[in-house]
């Protein structure tokens, strides 16, 4: 064997070696990327639900004080309707209160009030057992006609 036959097996073996620990180098770089791949994965899917859940709750309460502030709309009719708008989008646990709690007594003009809340472990797709004590609140006023 010459030595350039011997120059280039060399290099063949230091290149294989070079080869095997760049995979192994690779490996323990996705070992530690991944984590916080998942973790940004998971954590814009949460905060996206949670921008559904507040809109699907603006929507309910706009819905809900339309309905109260008509003529001769009654306290029911307002709450069936914000209802609907959750049941269609599926939120859980809702609550809805009105002030006053008796639209058909309300004057002319005075302010109806409506407070529509779901908590946000009911409505979470990942991180509600943890995240339990949290309740989205969103309020509306506007003058009955």
Known sequence: MNSFEMIMSSNR???AKRL??????????????LPVIMILILGSMEATSAIFVRQALTTSAYEGIREAIRIGSKTSNATGRAQAVLTARQIRSSNIRFTPSNVESA??????????????KANSPFFGNVIADRTTTVRTVMVKE
Do not use: D, H
């Open 20 to 33: 095997k620990r760049k995979g192994g180098t690779a490996l323990v770089e996705f070992a530690v990327c």
């Open 107 to 120: 004057a002319k003009g005075s302010a109806i009030v409506i407070e529509v809340s779901a908590p946000y």
């Open 13 to 15: 073996n230091n290149r």
